[in-house]
T-cell receptor, first 110, second 114 residues
Framework: GDSVTQMEGPVTLSEEAFLTINCTYT??????LFWYVQYPGEGLQLLLK?????DKGSNKGFEATYRKETTSFHLEKGSVQVSDSAVYFC?????????FGKGTTLSVSS | DSGVTQTPKHLITATGQRVTLRCSPR?????VYWYQQSLDQGLQFLIQ???????AKGNILERFSAQQFPDLHSELNLSSLELGDSALYFC?????????????FGQGTRLTVV
């Protein structure tokens, strides 16, 4: 069945460091792909999305490119801030529901 | 604020008991999804309702059930609770079930079974 695999955390970075969180997927066809973020004590919020191959989703300085050839959707940010500390989930749309990866905890220190 | 409201925010109950979690979707959203987030399983899709009808089922236990009412709010009923049911339960809503717009998540109900 469809699945999402993302890098295990936690990821610990200093402020202004470069961030990459890897995400790969297994799916039939070409599903829409998403990154969600969960700040402490809050629900999931959509961070960005891409609906077809080579699409780049971007928001708040985060970017991810839908790579069909490598079935990947890695999340990147050039310069992280302390306020980016959260759990990040990669997800794909399967039918009408979302299938999530296990989440990667990012901790940014000043 | 996503516009999706879940109540209660926290719930502590004993094994063997039954609880009901409530979700009010965003205004105009017809689809409601329930997810369970636990440390060992991660985020798992439980069930989806669309305009009052069950639309899709995920990894939902037989002890769990859900429904969506005419006013589109939804309830998730968990019965014969076990320690392993302790988790964060999220509700999400979308306008339709066939479009590709993102789902909006509530803040979750944290269930602790003791």
């Amino acid at each position: 069945g469809d699945s999402v695999t993302q890098m295990e955390g936690p990821v610990t970075l200093s402020e202004e460091a470069f961030l990459t969180i890897n995400c790969t997927y297994t799916a039939t066809g070409y599903p829409s792909l998403f990154w969600y973020v969960q700040y402490p004590g809050e629900g999931l919020q959509l961070l960005l999305k891409a609906t077809k191959a080579d699409d780049k989703g971007s928001n708040k300085g985060f970017e991810a490119t839908y790579r069909k050839e490598t079935t990947s959707f890695h999340l990147e940010k050039g310069s992280v801030q302390v306020s980016d500390s959260a759990v990040y989930f990669c997800a794909l749309r399967a039918g009408t529901a979302l299938i999530f990866g296990k989440g990667t905890t990012l901790s940014v220190s000043s | 604020d996503s516009g999706v409201t879940q109540t209660p925010k926290h719930l502590i109950t004993a094994t063997g008991q039954r609880v009901t979690l409530r979700c009010s979707p965003r205004s105009g959203d017809l689809s409601v999804y329930w997810y369970q987030q636990s440390l060992d399983q991660g985020l798992q899709f439980l069930i989806q309702y669309y305009n009052g009808e069950e639309r899709a089922k995920g990894n939902i236990l037989e002890r769990f059930s859900a429904q969506q009412f005419p006013d589109l709010h939804s309830e998730l009923n968990l019965s014969s609770l076990e320690l392993g049911d302790s988790a964060l339960y999220f509700c999400a809503s979308k306008r339709l079930d066939t479009d590709i717009t993102e789902a909006f998540f509530g803040q979750g109900t944290r269930l602790t079974v003791v």
